[in-house]
């Protein structure tokens, strides 16, 4: 209504320069985004949870195993080596530490006479008390290397059967 009369042609202003914009967020997107999200999260752990938490356990008490075997194999190298009450000492404090995390037990707080109360089989008993022996007793002879392989040997058995027990729904963490 305000132009009476309509040119024939129009003489546009050309303007290149760059004009910012802000940019607004928009917030009902994203909470309906994150709600189905979040409904997708719910629905995948009620269905796939217990599954999800049994494989992350067997995984991490594979890591742990493989970490001690390592860790207790340099140990027996070096006391293979050159026998020291200390490189024994060393090793068991890494079967106490590895056992600790598989039995949920405290065995670095335990004496060898506290582990011997625990339930276990008589010739693990023996092996700590031959080990005890050549550390504070400084008898350091050749069957020490067999008594740790022996320790290894009990140590792998109850992995296996821990392994055994989470992957069949008879763990209690």
Partial sequence: QLITQMPDSLDLK??????????????????????????IVLIVYLVFGEKIRKQWQLR??????????????????????S???????????????????LEQAPYTKMTTKEIIKLPTEQALLDDLKAIDRSI???????????HFAHLEQ?????????????????SNS
């Fill in 60 to 81: 991490r008490l594979h890591k742990d195993h493989k970490h001690f075997r390592e860790q207790f194999s340099q140990s027996m190298a070096r006391l293979q080596q």
């Fill in 83 to 101: 026998p020291d009450k200390h490189l024994s000492e060393e090793a068991l404090v890494v079967w106490k530490r590895y056992m600790e995390r």
């Fill in 14 to 39: 050309e303007n290149k320069a760059y004009l910012d914009i802000p940019l607004q967020f928009n917030y009902p997107y994203f909470l309906v985004g994150l709600g189905i999200l979040a409904a």
């Fill in 154 to 170: 009990h140590t792998h058995q109850r992995y296996e059967q821990r392994y055994r027990d989470i992957k069949h729904g008879r």
């Fill in 136 to 146: 504070y007793g400084h008898h350091l002879n050749g069957e020490l290397i067999g």
